[in-house]
């Protein structure tokens, strides 16, 4: 379980599992970051693939390299059982929004999986993406909910806010 130092209870899927999964494409590493420690700090525990070590066949290309890797324990996994395993075990799943992502193999695989396991799913935009641009299945879900833009400085730091709220509401079983 996350610690958190303002004395927020952490929302968990219970057993230290993660009541948040994030999804997104490589390339906004470090804005994923953020939000995930934006969460953290509001007693949200979540799983985002950014510790797990990339194996030389995960690439940054909108082909899926989801293969063999190591776990923070040094433990071997693979990739795509670590991430079965924690979107399972999540309450929401955040899909981070960028052109590339919805390009991408691993947000077929994401969406698909988010749907298989009946989670809520909670867009946030993250770089402007035309939604035409996404293939029809994952236009079909995204169609249907509601983006939060935080797209730049300013819409992140008005709606981060908007995210933490709504993941707080769907992570409550």
């Known amino acids: 379980m996350t610690s958190v130092s303002d004395g ?3 929302v968990s899927g219970g057993d230290g599992e993660p ?20 969460l953290e700090a509001h007693g949200l525990t979540c799983w985002a693939d950014i510790n797990v070590a990339p194996q030389p066949n ?3 290309s909108s082909k899926s390299g989801r293969g063999s890797s190591v776990t923070q324990d040094g433990g071997s996994d ?5 991430i079965q395993r924690n979107m399972k075990a ?4 955040l899909t981070c929004i960028t052109p590339k992502y919805l390009q991408s193999d691993n947000c077929k695989k994401d969406m698909m999986l988010a749907e298989t ?14 939604l035409e641009s996404a293939p029809d299945h994952i236009r079909k879900i995204l169609a249907r909910l509601s983006y939060i833009d935080i797209s730049n400085e ?3 730091k008005q709606n981060i806010a908007s995210v933490v709220e ?4 769907l992570a409550v079983r």
């Open 90 to 93: 999540s309450s929401v799943v």
């Open 117 to 130: 396991f009946n989670k809520p799913i909670i867009p946030v935009l993250l770089r402007f993406s035309p």
């Open 78 to 82: 693979t990739l795509q059982s670590l």
């Open 154 to 156: 300013r819409l992140y």
């Open 19 to 38: 009541s948040v999964f994030i999804s997104y494409q490589w390339d906004m590493q470090a804005r994923v970051e953020d939000i995930k420690a934006v």
């Open 8 to 10: 927020v209870s952490p």
């Open 58 to 60: 995960r690439t940054h």
């Open 166 to 169: 709504k993941i707080k509401k």
